[in-house]
């Protein structure tokens, strides 16, 4: 049961390396960037939900050790419509981290395919990722890909969602029964898209992070993007971190 609600800004960390401004081309892959699956051996998939295990050796020693996770979080990419690909920043900011967490608005399944050279990947089902409603794109069925995901990391449980209501915009009892339609119950973080406006909250106990969009930050067009990276630390500990794609 959610108490009276919290908003209190998480310190930030904008990341601005000044290359001058990029366009959306056809990137070249980072040749030092290679599959990083070590990690992603200590996510806990919650029965019902997630099963990301499936891809390691059942026999992998690296399991039983405490290992701090990092992970990618990417939102709102709109390819092909914004741009041919994703910017070439992504994969550089997204080098060495252990699972991609995409919050929807896909549009082409290429896309997780492109980001699955770096890491594991799931999505969330965005609202233009069903050719609905005037979108011109669809993705084709695609196991990485739905309407919400739970994983458990370090005894964190992490949910990923294109969108939720927040009590920043409702009340505390409609997060709750947001969070227990879509997660099963409460959660400590929640992974969530469809603003395009990047951006760490709390509410109560619960953590919200918004990457922003890579490709149309704040709907603006010939801007950087935003990503974000969340990381948790043995112990359970929590931080995120938004990144520009300057």
């Given at each position: 049961m959610l108490g009276k609600t919290t908003i209190m800004a998480i310190s930030l960390v904008i990341i601005a390396i000044v290359k001058g401004s990029r366009k959306c081309r056809a990137r070249r892959m980072p040749r030092n960037i290679a599959p990083h699956f070590t990690k992603a051996a200590k996510l806990r998939p919650i029965l019902g939900h997630d099963s990301v295990m499936d891809s390691f050796p059942a026999g992998d020693a690296r399991r039983a050790k405490p290992i701090e996770m990092r992970i990618g979080l990417i939102s709102d990419t709109h390819i092909p419509e914004a741009c041919e690909h994703l910017p070439e920043r992504v994969f550089e900011v997204f080098a060495g981290i252990d699972l991609v967490m995409h919050a929807g608005d896909v549009y082409v399944n290429r896309v997780l395919d492109e980001l699955s050279r770096i890491a594991?990947?799931?999505?969330?089902?965005?609202?233009?990722?069903?050719?609905?409603?005037?979108?011109?794109?669809?993705?084709?069925?695609?196991?990485?890909?739905?309407?919400?995901?739970?994983?458990?990391?370090?005894?964190?449980?992490?949910?990923?969602?294109?969108?939720i209501p927040t009590p920043d915009e409702t009340s505390d009892e409609v997060f709750a029964r947001a969070m227990d339609r879509e997660f099963g119950g409460p959660v400590d973080v929640i992974v969530q898209g469809h603003s395009h406006i990047e951006g760490v909250m709390r509410f109560g106990d619960t953590m919200v992070i918004n990457p922003g969009s890579a490709t149309l930050p704040r709907n603006l067009i010939g801007v950087p993007g935003t990503v974000a990276i969340l990381e948790i630390s043995n112990g359970g500990q929590i931080s995120a971190e938004i990144i520009s794609l300057a």
């Open positions: 594991p990947v799931i999505a969330a089902l965005g609202n233009g990722d069903e050719g609905l409603d005037g979108h011109r794109y669809s993705l084709d069925p695609d196991e990485r890909v739905r309407e919400a995901h739970l994983i458990e990391v370090e005894g964190v449980r992490i949910g990923l969602v294109h969108a």
